[in-house]
Structures are given as C-alpha cells and as structure tokens.
C-alpha cells in the first residue's frame, strides 16, 4: 500500500528540543519527568513530551512559517517548562550528553513503546541516555524530500560540527566532539539514511520492515534525517542537543536554507536527480570528522580531491545561502553560525571549562547557565 506523503507547499518550519533535568545540588540528572509531564497538561500552551528516560523530557515547537516565529514559539516554551521546572527544585539543560551521568543510573519512562524498545534492544537502547535537537521542514512531496535528502546527506558534517556537545560520557572524556552520534549508529535503523533512488524505492523498503513487524511507524527508524511522511517534512535529527536558544535558532536557519535551497536547485533544473553515489561513499568518513573533531574536521568535498577544513567550508556555504535566507527572512538567525564559528561549539566550551576548574560538575552548571541566559 502506498505511502501518503502529506506536503507542504511552503516550507513550514519546526523543531523537538530534548532536555536534561536536573538536581539543582548535584546537578545530577535526576527521574522528575512522571511529575513534571502531569502537571504541563494543565499549563496553557507548553507543548511537552516524555521520552525515553525519566530525566528527560522533549519540547515540541508549533508549525511556524519563519525561523523568527519559531524563536518566539520556543522561548516562550522553554520559560513556562523552566519556571514548572524551578517550582519543582529542578534545573534544566540541553547537551548531547551529560557530563557525568550513567545510563545505568536511568529509569525508563512507563509507557509500552518505551518498555518495547528496550526489550527489543536491550543493553543498545539502554546507553540511549542522550540528547538531541530534531529539525523538520516542510517539503512538497515524497519524491521531493528523496532528491533533497540524497544531496543534503554531504551537509551531515556541517550541522554536526555546529551542534557538537557530547565529548564527555559516563565521567569520561570520550576524546570526541560528539560520541551522542556514535550511541545512535549502534542502533540497526540509526545513523546515515541509506541511498534510495526515489520515494517509490523509500516506499517498497519502508513496506518490507513495517510488514515484517521491524518497524511500526517512521519513528522507528533513527537515521541522520529521513522523509517524516506523517508530518510532510524532511526531519534532520543528526545535531547534538544545542546548548542556547540562539544557537538552537541559527542551526534551525541553516537546515531551512539548505532544503530550500537545493530544492530551488531541482526545480530550475540546476542539479539532476541521478545522484552519484560518490556522495554515499563519502559520507561515512566525513561524517566521522565532524564527530571527532568538530569544527576543525577536515571532510572530503568531491571523490579524489583534497580534504577541506569544515569551518572554511561553512563559511562559504553561509555565502552561498544568504539570497535563500534572505527570501525566507532568516539573515539574523542564520548569522548566529558565524558566532558558533567564532566561539565554538558546545563541545569546545565545555572542555574549555574543565580545563580550567577540573570539575565536571562545573561542566553542568555552565550548560545550566548558558540556556539560562539564553531564554531569559
């Protein structure tokens, strides 16, 4: 049976913010989301969903038409859920890991599909104590989204190295800028999306695992960014959880323009719809250089020419946007890259503060700190 893929003539944008809770003393991850959920259904507005753990919980964003509504919209929820959050002697923060905590240490959320995913995966699904930023945007079609990922795939490293906040795993420096990415690619139906000719072919290989009883529905599947059909979007999910709001806007402007931008790139009949699998075979490799070294991975941009620094390379693709940004009216949110560029990721911060306190525990506070300061 085929797939209805439900489009979006415009290119609507929203977004899924996972986010730590924490003991204000410890700053310790700690269970308070079966509590904190019961009491956001009776709050006007606050758009909150349990995730996996119970030391997490995931704010969605409403359908918005420009990244500075979407701003607007996720503000305004991230101060409700904090000022929940502070009523209930809990602090909040957004990492692709947390600094110190122990997936052993987590409790699962009690609802079935939970409880499913972790018999199904046992000790895989059990390290899934991480943290993500998920971005969607609307695409008009099925074969659309297809043609759009099959290029989109080669900006993997670009919005990773951005995004990056997880060097540090269970008390321990992984010597990575994200080893959130590296947990997912364990996963049978995680990391890069694998290479479909057209949406017919995406439909035939969604049909054979769904009739199978391997997947139940697109959520099953934890690629890098996949075609969500149910929502009429292309939904990037390779980004780290995103330290500050600003941060969170400029990456949410960035995968915007670029679905835009190669989509635009089809339809003038700038770009052919037979996409070299060359893109495929390089997508491993380059994907692992923003994973290990950030923003100063070095990533394969054509088959047999010399590597290039990713920074050099955003850089030049933040140029190469700005017409498209400024017709979707995101010039702002889109030059809070360039700040990312200047003062580094996530990652780079957090090591900076343990190499200067040797403390973890100020690791935490200063992601405390920084959505604090950002949404305030």
């Not at 509504?69 to 923060?93: C, F, I, T, V």
């Not at 099925?142 to 990056?164: D, M, Q």
């Not at 890098?224 to 980004?239: L, S, Y």
């Not at 047999?304 to 390379?313: A, F, V």
Request: proline letters at 3%; one cysteine or more.
């Amino acid at each position: 049976m085929p797939i209805e893929f439900k489009g979006s003539r415009k290119p609507t944008v929203g977004c899924e913010v996972e986010i730590q809770l924490l003991d204000p003393e410890t700053l310790d991850m700690k269970s308070a989301a079966v509590e904190l959920l019961a009491v956001a259904k009776k709050t006007d507005g606050l758009r909150l969903k349990s995730e996996l753990t119970q030391a997490m919980v995931e704010i969605n964003t409403s359908v918005c038409q420009t990244i500075g509504e979407l701003g607007e919209d996720l503000q305004d929820q991230l101060n409700k859920l904090r000022s929940l959050a502070r009523d209930r002697d809990l602090e909040l923060a957004v990492s692709g890991t947390h600094p110190f905590a122990h997936w052993r240490d987590s409790k699962i959320f009690p609802v079935e599909r939970y409880r499913q995913i972790i018999d199904k995966f046992q000790w895989v699904g059990r390290r899934l104590n991480t943290f993500g930023l998920h971005v969607h945007v609307g695409v008009e079609d099925g074969e659309r989204a297809i043609a759009i990922i099959n290029v989109l795939i080669n900006y993997i490293p670009h919005l990773l190295a951005l995004s990056t906040s997880s060097p540090f795993w269970n008390g321990a420096d992984t010597g990575m800028e994200s080893c959130r990415v590296a947990i997912f690619a364990s996963f049978p139906t995680g990391g890069l999306p694998y290479f479909f000719v057209d949406w017919k072919e995406f439909q035939r290989y969604f049909a054979a695992l769904n009739s199978t009883g391997t997947i139940q529905s697109i959520r099953d599947i934890y690629w890098d960014i996949r075609p969500h059909f149910d929502f009429g979007t292309i939904e990037v999910r390779v980004c780290d959880g995103v330290s500050s709001l600003k941060e969170t806007l400029g990456i949410a402007a960035l995968i915007q323009c670029l679905i835009v931008w190669i989509d635009s790139q089809y339809q003038k009949g700038q770009r052919s719809r037979q996409i070299h699998m060359q893109h495929y075979w390089l997508a491993p490799e380059n994907k692992w250089q923003a994973a290990r070294y950030g923003l100063d991975g070095q990533i394969i941009v054509q088959e047999g020419t010399e590597r290039k620094l990713l920074r050099s390379h955003l850089a030049e693709l933040l140029q190469t946007l700005a017409p498209t940004a400024q017709s979707l009216r995101c010039e702002k949110e889109l030059k809070y890259v360039e700040e990312i560029l200047k003062r580094g990721s996530s990652a780079a911060r957090q090591r900076m503060v343990f190499s200067k306190t040797n403390s973890l525990k100020a690791v935490a506070s200063a992601l405390v700190k920084e959505l604090k300061d950002s949404i305030e």
